[in-house]
């Protein structure tokens, strides 16, 4: 059970947004110091500096040592207090650290928490609480209810609440939430129960400046997330990362967002109904701790999503897709209402031992028929029922993708099987405007695997004739992440 808990917080701290200011970042606070009058420094040439640039200064520097600068002289002290506040709460953790059994003052590390966020005359910039919250809100949250209505009062931009450790303490987010007009950027981890919005004003806007939205392991009901979808009126980015209970049902109805990342969640189905804009459908599996039935499937249903671009990772074993109201099923034919032409970058995870999931890949690869750049994901099989040789792949039917737009593919996880080296020798000669094969060998691959794969590199019977064309072969790679998944200023997200 612990080592479930401590791999859902790593994946949760690795998804969160990285906190601006950390007081592992000493080098920072020492130079800077170092430059104070009467610190050793010399001359000293950052007070010289116009105001403007030594707020933006003060603002990225831990709480702690952004607070020392008030005592240097009335301009600095000035300046702190009309700096935007950014506060990490891991920034003063240890010092609440007691003895040496490592017990936590949580009365003592609340109340600086408070002092902080109420002697300060604000904006705030950025609150970052992943340690305090669980004893803030316990007891009837009366502390965290407080913190809410200042973030309220002095518009907060960027807030992430992580009820940690949520053990054994089930903690609900108080409504109060909800009153926090002024953020951009809102992610919450661990809470018990996400508030109730039926009491909230018809057509009202919630978040009405909100960009970036992430549900960390937290419950929230259907019509409350489709609610606050509706009342965030510039939303670009959706996250819902380790849900596996709530919820059920995601309806995706927008009009601004850009990015949807399921990313190691679970649900019944994921219904992207009304996103005009969206450009990003990003799903990922993975889901520590979760212990879900192997015939659980998940409906991902693409409805109005003409912009989309980047969809995957697809996944046979868990995806069953339906576009518009048609499931695509094996051997479902290409047609209007069966593809989605926008799709440029698609990514598949396929365990080529299960003859079934191999067999769905043709068909997946038909409703994407203007796909440019192909990622393949292959995934070991514990129990493997029949891999596919090659002359599968030889009846397989014309693909408008392969006859006709596919550049680049990339395969990940090579272990040198003959399933695999099957589907590869199917691409060479079927894809006629390649140009460029990436293979990235498997962290566990034997080794010579890579002396499996020169037949391709000297077909005679490679479709493309494009003299730029090349196989590069590689050993691992960096690892996807969250944070690269959700980078928009990539072009391509899967490729790393």
Known sequence: MAATMDGIMRAI???????????SESCLSADFSSNFPGGGGGEDRISCLPDALLSNIVSRLPVKDAARTAAISPRWRRLRSSTPLVLVDVDIFHDYVVGHDGLIDWRGLTSTV?????GHQGPFRCIHLTTVCNYAAARGGSALVRWLHLFAAKAVE????INFPRWPLDNTLPAEVLRVASLRRLYLGLWDEFPDTDHLPRGA?????????????TDIKDKDLDSLLQRSPVLEKLALILNYTTPRNVRVRSRSLRCVLFWMSIADGLDVAVAPRLERLI??????????????RTRVKIGNTQALKVLGYLEPSIHVLEIRNTVIEFGTKAGPTTTVTSVKILGLRVRFGMHRETKALPTFLRCFPKVET???MSVEADEPTGKLNFKFWQDVGPLQC????????VFKNFR???????????????????????????????EGVAEKLKPLACSTKRASRDPKFMILVRKGGSAWSFRVASDLSKSDPFDC
């Open 114 to 118: 408070s002092r902080i966020l109420s």
């Open 205 to 217: 806007h919630v978040f009405p400046h909100l960009l970036e939205l992430g549900f960390c392991r």
């Open 13 to 23: 701290f690795s998804c969160i947004p990285a906190a601006p200011s950390s007081a």
């Open 158 to 161: 960027g807030l992430v609440l």
């Open 283 to 296: 799903l990922w599996n993975d889901c520590p701790g979760a212990g879900f039935d192997k015939n659980f």
């Open 374 to 376: 192909l990622h393949v």
């Open 402 to 409: 392969l006859q006709s737009h596919i550049k680049k593919v």
């Open 416 to 446: 040198g099987y003959r399933s695999e080296l099957a589907f590869l020798r199917f691409v060479v000669e079927r894809a006629q405007l390649l140009q460029k094969m990436v293979i990235v060998l498997a962290d566990d691959s034997k």
